[in-house]
Structure formats: structure tokens, C-alpha cells
Nanobody, 116 residues
Framework: EVQLVESGGGLVHAGGSLRLSCAAS????????LSWVRQAPGKGPEWVSA????????YYADSVKGRFTISTDNAKNTLHLQMNSLKPEDTAVYYC?????????WGQGTQVTVSS
């Protein structure tokens, strides 16, 4: 059974940074593309970033390009999202998921709140 457990969310002032983590189990880490998706209050899910199965290619939504960095730690089966220069509009529940074009398994999410 695939399990994805996010952590690292919290409350931060605008301009601050957070590092999200997603501990993965139940599949061969590194064999699938992995993504971060967020959902703001009252809005639908928004894809944020992805990393390919080999870890050599990363993808970002225009809204976070240059501010967020996705990475993996294969030794710890963990996906990360480093978020810098946070803005109030980044406030959302952040989910990690397997896949990139089609998201299959999702974690339970971690709340990120950016105050102005």
C-alpha cells in the first residue's frame, strides 16, 4: 500500500521560507514521477511542481518558478519542497502525490499559511 506523509507546514510571514517533506513508502521510491499539489480555501487543486522518476528533471508552475525547489532524498525515501519568498497567495494545503500528468496516490496534506 502506497503511503505518503507530508510534514513541515506552518505559519510564516510573507517573504519567509518553509521546507516541506513527504515520507514515502509502499512503492519503489524513484521509480515514479512525484508531484506537489496545493489547494487554497475555496479553490480547486493547483499543481505546483514535479520531479521525474530519475530525479534529473524538475517542473514548476509559473506561479512558483524561481521561488520553490523540488528535490528527493532517495536514501530516506523522501520528497522535499523548499519554498522561499513566500507570498500570502501561497497559503494552501500542500499535498504530495505520485505521478505527474496523472496523479494517483495522495498524502493527507500539510497546511501552509503565509501572513501579510
Amino acid at each position: 500500500e502506497v503511503q505518503l506523509v507530508e510534514s513541515g507546514g506552518g505559519l510564516v510571514h510573507a517573504g519567509g521560507s518553509l521546507r516541506l517533506s513527504c515520507a514515502a513508502s509502499g512503492f519503489t521510491f524513484g521509480s515514479d514521477d512525484l508531484s506537489w499539489v496545493r489547494q487554497a480555501p475555496g479553490k480547486g487543486p493547483e499543481w505546483v511542481s514535479a520531479i521525474n522518476s530519475g530525479g534529473g528533471t524538475t517542473y514548476y508552475a509559473d506561479s512558483v518558478k524561481g521561488r520553490f525547489t523540488i528535490s528527493t532524498d532517495n536514501a530516506k525515501n523522501t520528497l522535499h519542497l523548499q519554498m522561499n519568498s513566500l507570498k500570502p497567495e501561497d497559503t494552501a494545503v500542500y499535498y504530495c502525490a505520485t505521478g505527474r500528468l496523472i496523479l494517483i496516490d495522495w498524502g493527507q496534506g500539510t497546511q501552509v499559511t503565509v501572513s501579510s
